[in-house]
């Protein structure tokens, strides 16, 4: 599964502007809708906070991956965000979220959502990936290092 398949450019958000875990999933959902326009950001937000009270998306790292199922939602959706100054996620470690993948997947498909959840966390499990995402100096950058993973595979 290539990271184009469901990330847009378009969805690529190179420095998210929020203080908070709720300021950064409503830009996150607002990038979403960008690319999405049949679907609400209040309603990817109920999602979102839905699934963050089973238990954080921030798998630690500096990373998080916030992730929902949308009724109404044709295909998987994603986006990334970065935040410079970091947000506190409640991740694993504790440590400020710094990198963001947004996934939407249809209600009905289990196995996408999963297949999107396995290929985002084994990118970021790579420290000199999280790096060089981190480092990017802009979305045209973040967006070449993203193709450049899809073409290692």
């Known amino acids: 599964m290539k990271l184009f398949d469901f990330v847009s450019p378009a969805a690529v958000v190179s420095d998210l502007r929020g203080e908070t875990k709720d300021d ?54 994603a986006v990334f965000g970065r935040s410079r100054a970091g947000i506190q996620f409640q991740s694993l470690d504790g440590k400020p979220a710094h990198l963001f993948f947004l996934i939407l997947a249809p209600e009905n498909s289990a196995g996408l959502h999963l297949k999107a959840l396995a290929r985002i966390s084994r990118l970021l499990k790579d420290p000199a990936f999280r790096k060089s995402l981190s ?15 899809d073409e290692r595979g």
Do not use: N, Q
Not at 32 to 49: C, E, F, M, N
């Open 24 to 77: 950064v999933l409503r830009e996150l959902a607002e990038a979403a809708v960008r690319v999405v326009p049949a679907v609400s950001a209040d309603g990817l937000l109920r999602i979102l906070h839905e699934r963050e009270r089973l238990g954080s998306t921030g798998i630690g790292e500096g990373a998080a991956i916030p992730h929902g199922r949308v009724a109404g939602l044709d295909r998987l959706v």
């Open 135 to 149: 480092d990017a100096p802009d979305a045209a950058a973040l967006i070449r290092l993203l193709a450049e993973a």
